[in-house]
Nanobody, 120 residues
Framework: QVQLVESGGGLVQAGGSLRLSCAVSGTIFSRNAMGWYRQAPGKQRELVATIISGGTTNYADSVKGRFTISRDNAKNTVYLQMNSLKPEDTAVYYC??????????????WGKGTLVTVSS
């Protein structure tokens, strides 16, 4: 019954910025690990960033220093601030929710995605 609804995708020029939001319901949000993943055409879904319940973050090397994941537990929302966007960032971005684990967060609920297109 967990629902995740992404928003904020769109078209942006290379070098620009975009902020994605994910509204979460049906779970005790503050207990969840949250993440952003993306999938480009013909590619496997890949990790972008995660944030666990305690606030610790993890980023893919390809976005480190450019993207920031954050959460607002009072609003049951997770964000992905994307700066210095590159054409290779073009993908459908998915929000995911899961639980903290010693080996890392395990995601088991997924949104339907929001498309981010970065033009040259």
């Amino acid at each position: 019954q967990v629902q995740l609804v992404e928003s904020g995708g769109g078209l942006v020029q290379a070098g620009g910025s975009l902020r994605l939001s994910c509204a979460v319901s049906g779970t005790i949000f503050s207990r969840n690990a949250m993440g952003w993943y993306r999938q480009a055409p013909g590619k496997q879904r890949e990790l972008v960033a995660t944030i666990i319940s305690g606030g610790t973050t993890n980023y893919a090397d390809s976005v480190k220093g450019r993207f920031t994941i954050s959460r607002d537990n009072a609003k049951n929302t997770v964000y992905l601030q994307m700066n210095s966007l590159k054409p290779e960032d073009t993908a459908v971005y998915y929000c995911a929710a899961g639980r903290d684990r010693l080996s890392g967060p395990v995601m088991d609920s997924w949104g339907k995605g929001t498309l981010v297109t970065v033009s040259s």
